[in-house]
């Protein structure tokens, strides 16, 4: 697994995030070795399997962590409009039915912020080491893990997008009524599932909840802005978990097309930010969600897939 003692080591294949690097492993452990980097990081004999979804907010987290500590990895893709998530063969990787997830050998994380705790430990240990404040760093992760990206852009991407989202959300909470019937044994699961569909439906719709969250992003952005005033990142002179973290808020903004709103009068986390865009982890997380066509290739048989259920009743 990828949390394995180090062993000895054999060459055998070449890392594919980045730029071309020996990869040196055995079953435990993996070095990876470019001209300018020397770090470890662990790894399965097979590759570790991310469950994802290119628009969903929780998984941007994931993939920064993995691609900042170089862990080789698939990405599996798994629809979260048109039922797949909600699929008795995703449940059984991911019994919340959610993205994203990390599997790694017999092991399967199915939160965020555990799959973030997780990689961040590999070898090597935290990102930023000694140069920041670990302490601080977890902190600011713990704190920004409790904003809800998924409420902010439902209550800021607007009638059209909230009317959509309502029609999706509606199919799936069909649609996992239907498999609880095909599946008996998974009727608990369903029954969690549909639970938490409406909790998260009614918080869109609860003002209270909406403002909660706004307060909490302003605390976090003006936390932000004062910390940033003194080191280039948020725990210190150099990346770390808190970053990981902090970097899928500040692209949530732009999602709902509220950057300039949120930033502008933010002139050190916009710095930061444009900073932040320049690494290659963030490609590696935010470049399928910042292409036009991966909106409209996503949503698009989906909505299809809900209108033609809604005429016919088969779910």
């Known amino acids: 697994m ?75 893709y798994v629809d979260l409009f048109n039922g797949q998530s909600l699929s008795p063969e995703y449940l059984a990787v991911n019994p919340a039915g959610t993205v994203p997830a990390l599997k790694d050998g017999d092991k399967v994380i199915g939160d965020s912020k555990a799959i973030v705790d997780y990689v961040n430990n590999l070898g090597g240990g935290p990102l930023g080491g000694s140069e920041v404040d670990q302490g601080l760093a977890s902190r600011w992760a713990d704190r920004i893990h409790k904003w809800d990206g998924n409420l902010f852009l439902a209550a800021n991407g607007g009638a059209g997008a909230a009317k959509l989202l309502g029609k999706l959300t509606d199919f799936k909470m069909k649609y996992a009524e239907a498999r609880s019937k095909q599946h008996p044994e998974l009727r608990d699961t369903y029954s969690s599932k549909i639970a938490s569909m409406k909790a998260a439906d009614a ?52 999602m709902a097309n509220k950057t300039g709103e949120y930033l502008k009068p933010r002139p050190n986390v916009s710095n930061y ?25 996503a949503l698009g048989p989906a909505l299809l897939k809900a209108q033609l259920a809604s005429l016919t009743g088969w779910y």
Not at 11 to 33: H, I, M, N, P, Y
Not at 225 to 244: I, M, N, R, T
Not at 278 to 285: G, I, L, Y
């Open 2 to 76: 990828l949390n394995a003692p180090r062993s000895r080591y054999c060459a055998d294949r070449v890392f594919r995030s980045g730029r071309s690097k020996l990869l040196q492993r055995d079953r435990r452990t993996c070095t990876v070795r470019s001209s300018k980097h020397h770090h470890t990081v662990l790894a399965t004999m097979g590759t570790p399997v991310l469950y994802t979804y290119p628009l969903a907010y929780n998984p941007f987290k994931a993939a920064l962590i993995l691609s900042e500590k170089n862990v080789n990895y698939t990405s599996k």
């Open 273 to 297: 930010y444009n900073r932040m865009k320049e690494r290659p982890s963030f490609k590696a997380a935010f470049g399928a969600a910042g292409s036009p066509l991966t909106a409209a290739g």
């Open 203 to 254: 918080a869109g719709q609860d003002a209270a909840a909406v403002r909660a969250n706004d307060t909490l992003l302003l605390e976090l952005l003006d936390g932000a802005e004062q910390q940033l005033a003194k080191s280039s990142f948020l725990a210190g002179p150099a990346y770390s978990v808190a970053d990981v973290m902090f970097t899928p808020v500040l692209y949530r903004l732009g």
